[in-house]
């Protein structure tokens, strides 16, 4: 691995054969993550890897939901690099408070809270009883760049 993880979270994602990426860069006028008090806001993070969207379209209709979960689940990684771009250390993370999931769906799918699991699963394996949030699975008509997924959170850090 070309950069050590440098904190417990980080270590648990490299368990997990995860690594942190870089931030995306913001595809609008936004910025990836912002502070309030003791709160992190993420901007919604598409499944980017290494800068590219591996699938588009909807799910349901050409995107295989056991897909759009791991892509969830990819979004969810994408947040948390957005986390730490602006506390610095992933270990001050005391809770994931909230979880907001858009799902690009054909208007016959309704199982976005499945897909969505694939972000809150990860969060729960990466975090333990901190990772319990409360959520939002949403379907959508369709996402930035033809993305099948979208998520975002926020968290509680001290």
Do not use: W
């Amino acid at each position: 691995m070309e950069n050590q993880p440098t904190s417990a979270v980080e270590r648990r994602l490299a368990e997990l054969g995860l690594e942190l990426p870089e931030v995306a860069a913001p595809v609008a006028a936004y910025v990836p993550a912002l502070v309030s008090g003791n709160l992190v806001h993420t901007s919604g993070q598409l499944p980017f890897i290494k800068g590219e969207l591996p699938v588009t379209g909807k799910v349901g209709a050409g995107v295989d939901p056991a897909a759009a979960k791991e892509l969830a689940a990819t979004c969810a990684v994408n947040a948390l690099a957005a986390v730490k771009s602006v506390i610095g250390d992933l270990d001050r993370i005391t809770r994931i408070v909230k979880v907001v999931g858009f799902v690009s769906s054909d208007p016959a799918f309704t199982g976005q809270p499945g897909v969505i699991n694939g972000a809150s699963e990860l969060l729960g394996s990466v975090f333990g009883e901190a990772g319990a949030h409360a959520r939002s699975a949403v379907g959508v008509a369709v996402l930035p760049l033809d993305s099948p997924v979208e998520v975002e959170l926020v968290a509680e850090f001290s």
